[in-house]
């Protein structure tokens, strides 16, 4: 079974300041996957990072990047130089090897100038 | 990254009707497929679970009878709403998993569906 917490309902940043979106999980995966989502007005999912359980080093991708704690079971979003295009509903998940991916209740993020 | 096609984007139906949905992996190949539904303002909800070539898994809840999901190719899974009701409107969306051993098992969302029923 897994579980994903989400804490913080709404963040708000300033436009190229950083913000850090928090994420906690529970499984009883050994081998398991974390990814960030970003759902922006339009609906879409857009995979904005990903982490594999086994690998130790951080996940980066451009601005966005992750501290990953495997012993304390959080996996945080930091969003670099905030874009107005940031703003968007971010969605932590987890899922196994072959099972189904689990989110949490998600994260409005709001982008002010 | 891998791309997953969904269609129609929106669609209307008269309530009482049937109306499918098609999920399609366009550069891989899926032999699991999921099928959401998000109630605005919420998280997604799993409906049920799309394995190529055997039946749907289903989320409780879930009516297997109204919700009918086809996983006939390994790129292509299908949701028909059968009966529509009102109530069935709604945002669906589908994803696959590429668990192709680079992807990193990653799960990719099609662009969603738009469903009124009137």
């Known amino acids: 079974a897994q579980t994903v917490t989400q804490s913080q309902p709404e963040m708000s940043v300033q436009e190229a300041e950083t913000v850090t979106l928090s994420c906690t999980y529970d499984?009883?995966?050994?081998?398991?996957?974390l990814f960030w989502y970003k759902q922006p007005p339009s609906r879409q999912m857009i995979l904005v990072i990903r982490?594999?359980?086994?690998?130790?080093q951080n996940a980066t991708e451009n601005r966005f990047s992750v501290n990953f704690q495997k012993a304390a079971k959080s996996f945080s979003l930091k969003i670099s130089d905030s874009q107005l295009g940031d703003a968007a509903m971010y969605f932590c998940?987890?899922?196994?090897?072959?099972?189904?991916?689990?989110f949490g209740t998600g994260t409005r993020l709001q982008v002010t100038l | 990254g891998a791309v997953v096609s969904q269609h129609p984007s929106w669609v209307i139906c008269k309530s009482g009707t049937s109306v499918k949905i098609e999920c399609r992996s366009l550069?891989?190949?899926?032999?699991?497929m999921f099928w959401y539904r998000q109630f605005p303002k919420q998280s997604l909800m799993l409906m049920a679970t799309?394995?190529?070539?055997?039946?749907?898994?289903?989320e409780q809840g879930v009516e297997k009878d109204k919700f009918l999901i086809n996983h006939a190719s390994l790129t292509l899974s299908t949701l028909t709403v059968t009966s529509a009701h009102p109530e069935d409107s709604s945002f669906y969306i589908c994803s696959a998993r590429d668990a192709r051993g680079n992807s990193g098992n990653t799960i990719y969302f099609g662009e969603g569906s738009w469903l009124t029923v009137v």
């Open positions: 799309s394995n190529e070539g055997s039946k749907a898994t289903y």
């Open positions: 550069d891989f190949q899926a032999t699991t």
């Open positions: 998940a987890s899922t196994g090897t072959a099972s189904k991916l689990t």
């Open positions: 499984t009883s995966e050994s081998d398991y996957y």
């Open positions: 982490q594999e359980a086994y690998k130790q």
